[in-house]
């Protein structure tokens, strides 16, 4: 584990060499948040999510909130999904600013989501 910290560490501390060069004393953690969305900068950087843009496909929603968003909604219509199958399509509807593709985006449909009140859901799966 301690190695696997170090080498992931390392591929930050690269992407730190590209993309921030300018501040050679910022050196993103894999472990850390870097745009406080909620999802480690690694997570996000394995799943091609972006680790400094909370809302990757600018659809309204922070990248966290809507991942907890589909996987929800994802786990209530498919309950003979394994957990990977879950989080597999959960981080591409994340990905894809709207996805059932009706020309509005998901930040739109999802109308007064946020991350408070993703206990609150009704029985349909739907944000209150
Ligand atoms: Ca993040
Ligand atoms: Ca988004
Ligand atoms: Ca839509």
């Not at 472990?31 to 972006?50: A, P, T």
């Not at 600018?58 to 786990?75: C, F, N, P, T």
């Not at 894809?96 to 799966?125: A, L, R």
Request: overall charge negative.
């Amino acid at each position: 584990m301690e190695i696997r910290n170090i080498i992931v560490d390392s591929i930050f501390a690269n992407l730190d060499i590209c993309h921030y060069y300018l501040d050679p004393f910022y050196f993103p953690d894999a472990q850390g948040d870097l745009d406080h969305d909620g999802l480690s900068n690694l997570f996000e950087y394995e799943r091609n999510m972006s680790i400094n843009d909370a809302d990757t496909d600018h659809d309204g929603i922070d990248d966290g909130a809507e991942l907890q968003y589909w996987e929800h909604r994802l786990s209530e219509l498919h309950s003979n999904w394994s957990e990977e199958q879950i989080l597999n399509m959960s981080v591409n509807y994340t990905l894809n600013p709207d996805v059932d593709g009706d020309n509005i985006t998901d930040g739109k449909e999802i109308k007064g989501y946020s991350v408070k009140i993703i206990t609150d859901w009704d029985s349909k799966g739907e944000p209150m």
